[in-house]
């Protein structure tokens, strides 16, 4: 019986150096990337060359990221931000990506891009802690109040959002409710688009704690407790709190001694201390 010699598996094709992965116009990107996915494959993790066909593939394909962001040109001020983030979610999709999937790898990373954006402005955008079932709420009620105004020419009230989501109104408040704390306006922003550093700010609209307030809520809440007291101590309180008497003229108009006004005062002001405390 023959004995044939085994034979040894042909070495991979070397693949293309690319100088500049960015530079490649988008449909030559493609062809490209399914070489390096061909070869990803079947590379051993954590390699020299599987980190470099990696990180090829994922500076092809940033024009994907791009294009994702161009979707949320609104967010200008947050451009970079959403290209980091849209970055991370192309290259998940390019680490679940198989060429056996029989799909375009754009097609299979755009939803991943996108997602991973829209996540970051949710978990991010909101001001306060706002449930996710508010959060999602806040969505629909937007879309739906476009699209209502296209219809009626002027905003939906919430019994229409209400009929056209096909829930109750009370949930369509909550969510309105909700929505307001999506985002936050900084203290230190200026009423004017003037620039000016003189220009008012929201802080300067704010007031201050009116100590007066709270002085005359206590008042009324003495008020009861000093119609209980007879009429010299209704007189003693009078003289030192009103009159503003010493407590030795307090004594020398009512024939007493000091100390017994002393006495007195403290009885009284800690009985309605006391009460006031427990009742608050």
Known sequence: MAITAPTETAPAAP????????????????ELSKLFFARLAVLEEGTAEHQYVRNTLIELNLSLV???????????????DIVQVGTIGLIKAIDRFELTRQVEFASFAM??????????????????????RLQEMRIDLARATDE???????????????????????????????????SAASLDMPLDD??????????DLLGEEDRAMRLTEDLQALKPMVEELDDRDRAILHMRFVEEMTQAQIGERLGVSQM?????????????????????
């Open 66 to 80: 791009k294009y994702a962001a161009t979707r949320f040109r609104s967010r200008s001020d947050q451009m970079e």
């Open 111 to 132: 939803p991943c891009v996108i997602g991973e954006i829209k996540r970051f402005f949710r978990d991010t955008s909101w001001a306060v802690h706002v449930p996710r």
């Open 15 to 30: 693949l293309p150096r690319i100088p500049d992965p960015t530079e490649v116009a988008p449909r030559d990107a493609k």
């Open 260 to 280: 017994h006004v002393s006495r007195l005062l403290s009885r009284m002001t800690t009985r309605m201390r006391e009460r006031m405390l427990s009742d608050g």
């Open 148 to 182: 209502l105004f296209q219809q009626l020419d002027r905003s939906p009230t919430a019994g229409e959002l209400a009929a056209h989501l096909g829930i109750g109104e009370d949930e369509v408040v909550e969510g309105l409710v909700a929505a307001n704390g999506y």
């Open 194 to 203: 003037s620039g000016e550093p003189a220009s008012a700010t929201l802080a």
